[in-house]
């Protein structure tokens, strides 16, 4: 079973990534054939171990030890040194703190920001120019909303307006 929460860089939840665990934890230990995995947005080791060894639960909560038996990487590993993504993506995102992301609901924050995705959940983004235009709601309910044939002429007839959002 896996387990991201919101502010795991996935768009499949903006749950809180402690609360629905903490109130299921038990139930899902109760069956042996389930793996609890944690998902990513994790960023260091140091975070990633605390859920593991289940000490998450005791420091913040005073609650027994819930460990996860495992974790999986996306975003994190796309970035690493020694993945084949491009440098330049690499170098364009400074990262957001803990208790930072979800300003990316709102601006740029990390040099992140937050979009509804196809699936109508929050998927966070590098704060590209595309990116920043696309997190104009306008935008989705515009041109976004035209047939495909449509959109090329209300772009090129509100040019400079699109040019200035972004």
């Known amino acids: 079973m896996l387990w991201t ?3 795991a860089s996935g768009h499949r939840s903006f ?7 903490l109130a299921t934890y038990r139930s899902i230990r109760q069956d042996p054939n389930i793996i609890l995995v944690g998902g990513s947005g994790f960023g260091s080791a140091d975070d990633v171990w605390e859920y593991l060894t289940g000490d998450w639960s005791v420091s913040r909560f005073g609650i027994q030890p819930m460990p996860f038996d495992g974790f999986l ?3 994190r ?3 690493a040194k020694e993945a084949h993504t491009s440098s330049s993506v690499k ?4 990262g957001v703190d803990d208790e930072d992301w979800e300003g990316t609901y709102s601006k740029p924050t ?3 920001l937050t979009r509804r995705s196809e699936l109508g959940e929050p998927i966070h983004k590098v704060a590209t120019r595309a990116v920043k235009l696309w997190n ?8 976004l909303k035209l047939p495909k044939e449509k959109r090329q ?8 307006e699109v040019s200035r959002c972004i």
């Not at 170098?91 to 400074?94: F, V």
């Open 91 to 94: 170098d364009l995102t400074s």
């Open 5 to 7: 929460g919101g502010h």
């Open 153 to 160: 002429t209300w772009l090129i007839e509100r040019r400079a």
């Open 110 to 112: 990390g040099d992140i």
């Open 73 to 75: 990487f996306a975003s």
């Open 136 to 143: 104009l709601k306008e935008f989705d309910d515009t041109v």
């Open 15 to 21: 749950e809180d990534f402690n609360q629905p665990i």
């Open 77 to 79: 590993v796309m970035v």
